[in-house]
């Protein structure tokens, strides 16, 4: 859904928006994400105030399992015309100003925008759990599910050398 930013009344736009997901390599949800927005434009800055909830689908960082996870954030952004970006040579963003995003062609695309805000506030590392074992790095094994008989012992090859030491220290 597009908004074009010239045409936005003086009392705001409220937009309403239920959009589903799919894309294999970003965001994936399950049944619509709702967003309820408050659009006002004072000059050519545009102000966006709002709430986005859903369930989205991810996969657990340790286990490799999906699982679901509900989404409910505010958003309170601002954007510019993104003219005033391109005529500087450099442009960094100062840390206050990390709510500050850009329209170009006098158009808002309010999709990508909430669909950008969702990907932004999900965990890096998503787990299924807090105490999600995770699976055995020898065979392979979800340790969530059964324990495996795996050696824990091996070292890395770099810090053998060390054990040795250890280990004959020990001995004398």
Do not use: W
């Amino acid at each position: 859904m597009k908004i074009i930013v010239s045409e936005i009344e003086e009392e705001g736009v409220t937009v309403d928006l239920s959009e589903t997901y799919q894309q294999p390599s970003g965001l994936k949800s399950l049944g619509p994400i709702s967003a309820h927005l408050v659009i006002e434009r004072i000059g050519e800055e545009v102000t966006v105030n709002g709430d986005i909830t859903g369930v989205v689908n991810l996969q657990c960082s340790r286990c490799l399992i999906d699982f679901q996870k509900e989404v409910s954030l505010s958003v309170d952004l601002i954007y510019h015309p993104l003219k005033e970006v391109s005529s500087e040579e450099a442009y960094e963003i100062p840390r206050d100003e990390t709510d500050i995003g850009f329209y170009r062609n006098d158009e808002l695309d309010i999709s990508e925008m909430v669909k950008e805000q969702v990907l932004l506030n999900l965990p890096m590392k998503p787990l299924c759990d807090e105490q999600c074992k995770g699976l055995c790095p020898m065979c392979g094994a979800d340790l969530n599910l059964q324990p495996c008989d795996c050696s824990r012992e091996d070292i890395d090859p770099r810090l053998a050398k060390l054990k040795k030491l250890l280990l004959d220290r020990k001995e004398s």
